[in-house]
């Protein structure tokens, strides 16, 4: 019988993505949460193969300081609490802080963002939670952000994805309830190259 023993961190982050990274649709769903609660009144969600080799959402919010990109990233890293307290107020769709730190820990992630305030943006690359490149950009406000080859590094957790068709059903079954539920934006859904539907 083996030893009791602790987890490095790695396995830890790849145990802890699992929990809130399921599928593209998951993906889709926390960054377009998160594009809400930035306030953009645009988002546009782009995915190749059901959005297991490619996922991207591009908003116009407020964006994100270059000093709190990596912050970002980090697990429990969040803007929209602060005290536990704060928990029986909780107006935001997330608050939990561990959307883009689980998506990167188990695809290949770049970010592009910019507030109102910056004269440039600031672009950030996260491969398997490691952060691989991070350099001022030109951009406009608001973020980027392009998921690459979902769960690469997770095999096990890889061959339970569904057929691209399947996984990209999910996604559009979703975006249409958003697009529903938030009449105030604007909703772009772009899948292999085809746009299917704009509301705005």
């Known amino acids: 019988m083996r030893k009791i023993q602790l987890l490095d961190n790695q396995t830890i982050n790849k145990i802890a ?3 809130v990274v399921e599928s593209p649709k998951s993906v889709v769903k926390e960054l377009v949460e998160n594009a809400i609660d930035a ?3 645009s988002i546009t969600v782009e995915i190749k193969d059901g959005g297991i080799s490619y996922i991207r959402v591009t908003d116009n919010g407020c964006g994100i300081a270059k000093e709190q990109v990596k912050t970002a990233f980090l697990r429990h890293a969040t803007n929209k609490i602060v005290y536990v307290e704060d928990l029986e107020k909780v107006v935001s769709l997330g608050f939990r802080g561990e959307a883009l ?3 990167a820990g188990v695809a290949q992630v770049e970010m592009v963002t910019k507030t ?3 004269q440039s943006g600031t672009r950030i690359e996260v491969d398997g939670g ?3 490149q991070f350099q001022s ?3 406009t406000e608001g973020t980027s952000l392009i998921v690459k080859n979902l769960f690469y590094n997770v095999p096990a ?3 339970f994805l569904k057929k691209p068709s399947t996984e990209a059903g999910h996604i559009s ?3 249409n309830q958003f697009a529903l539920g938030h009449t105030d934006i604007a909703f772009k859904y772009i899948n292999n190259n085809i746009a299917y539907f704009r509301k705005s």
Do not use: P
């Open 17 to 19: 993505a699992g929990e």
């Open 157 to 159: 957790r890889r061959k």
């Open 137 to 139: 950009t030109a951009c």
């Open 39 to 41: 306030g953009a009144t």
């Open 173 to 175: 079954e979703i975006l």
């Open 101 to 103: 730190a689980s998506i």
């Open 116 to 118: 109102r305030t910056e």
């Open 130 to 132: 490691e952060i691989v």
